[in-house]
């Protein structure tokens, strides 16, 4: 006989719930920035550290091969920037390193270049002082030498006067041009005078020209009671710069304001001949003001010649 089957009877125990139905899985862990990536992205970005940004992105690059983290694009922009600042820095090393060493050469060209001029004079001293060298003829044909100054800038300011004009050579121990500048105007408005400045060197041959007329009558009436103040350039070219004169060409005459900074400039391009005839004209009219027909205008607000 085969026994009734057993009726169904709900089970005491709570049913399982899935916590998922009816959502959206959710998104899988985030993976982490390879370190190596972040770091060779960070010294990418600074100029010590742009060369070693590339082995270091090369690390990062090896890290994200493993799948657990990521940063592979980051690795690899690290990797380009760091070699394209290396090239820059390493190009702007070199060209300062070169413009360094052909600034360095001029220098001592020009210091080697001063020293062999130094010799040249003191060379010429030495045979004018030797009886020797002159024989009794030739002193007695030679014309009795008129006043006369070095170009050379002394190493403390030097006044000579050379009739009625009172020349001042600066010192290389002056501290400061303008400065010094503003010291000759007073001291030229204290003796009725007034200041020229003018720009030399000693290979100049117009300024030479320029300091062997001044004892000529035509130039001791055109600059009578003028107090020259002669600048070496080879000494104050920096400073001529920052007061607003031009260096080169040269000589340059200029007039000073009260405190020293030039008020109106000209240069020896404004006559021919370095002669008496041509320059005492030009210069006599300048120290007056009435030089106004020019060559060469100035800028406005500068002293620089166009």
């Given at each position: 006989m085969v026994a009734p089957p057993e009726s169904w009877q709900p089970s005491s125990e709570s049913p399982l719930l899935d916590p998922f139905h009816g959502k959206s899985p959710p998104?899988?862990?985030?993976?982490?920035?390879?370190?190596?990536s972040v770091a060779s992205a960070i010294l990418a970005l600074l100029p010590i550290g742009s060369i070693a940004a590339i082995p270091v992105g090369v690390i990062g690059l090896r890290q994200t091969r493993s799948g657990g983290v990521r940063g592979r694009w980051l690795a690899i922009a690290s990797i380009v920037l760091g070699s394209v600042a290396s090239l820059g820095y390493g190009t702007a090393a070199a060209y300062f390193g070169v413009s360094q060493a052909y600034e360095v050469k001029a220098r001592a060209a020009e210091a080697e270049e001063r020293r062999q001029k130094k010799r040249e004079r003191e060379d010429d001293s030495v045979a004018a002082a030797d009886p020797a060298s002159t024989s009794p003829s030739a002193?007695?044909?030679?014309?009795?030498?008129?006043?006369?100054i070095e170009q050379s800038a002394p190493n403390d300011t030097r006044v000579t006067e050379i009739g009625q004009i009172t020349v001042v050579d600066l010192g290389v121990s002056e501290p400061s041009l303008k400065t010094a500048f503003a010291r000759e105007v007073a001291n030229a408005k204290a003796a009725g005078e007034d200041v020229l400045v003018?720009?030399?060197?000693?290979?100049?041959?117009?300024?030479?020209?320029?300091?062997?007329?001044?004892?000529?009558?035509?130039?001791?009436?055109?600059?009578?009671?003028?107090?020259?103040?002669?600048?070496?350039?080879d000494v104050f070219k920096d400073d001529l710069a920052r007061l607003g004169l031009q260096v080169i060409p040269y000589p340059v005459y200029a007039l000073l304001s009260a405190d020293g900074s030039p008020?109106?400039?000209?240069?020896?391009?404004?006559?021919?001949?370095?002669?008496?005839?041509?320059?005492?004209?030009?210069?006599?009219?300048?120290?007056q003001g009435e030089f106004k027909k020019r060559k060469k205008p100035l800028k406005p607000g500068g002293g620089v010649f166009l």
């Open positions: 998104p899988p862990p985030k993976r982490p920035l390879a370190p190596a002193a007695s044909s030679a014309p009795s030498p008129s006043p006369s003018m720009t030399t060197e000693d290979s100049c041959v117009p300024c030479k020209g320029v300091v062997a007329s001044l004892p000529d009558q035509r130039m001791q009436s055109a600059l009578g009671r003028i107090r020259l103040v002669r600048v070496n350039i008020r109106d400039a000209i240069d020896g391009g404004e006559w021919e001949d370095d002669i008496p005839e041509n320059i005492a004209p030009v210069l006599g009219a300048f120290v």
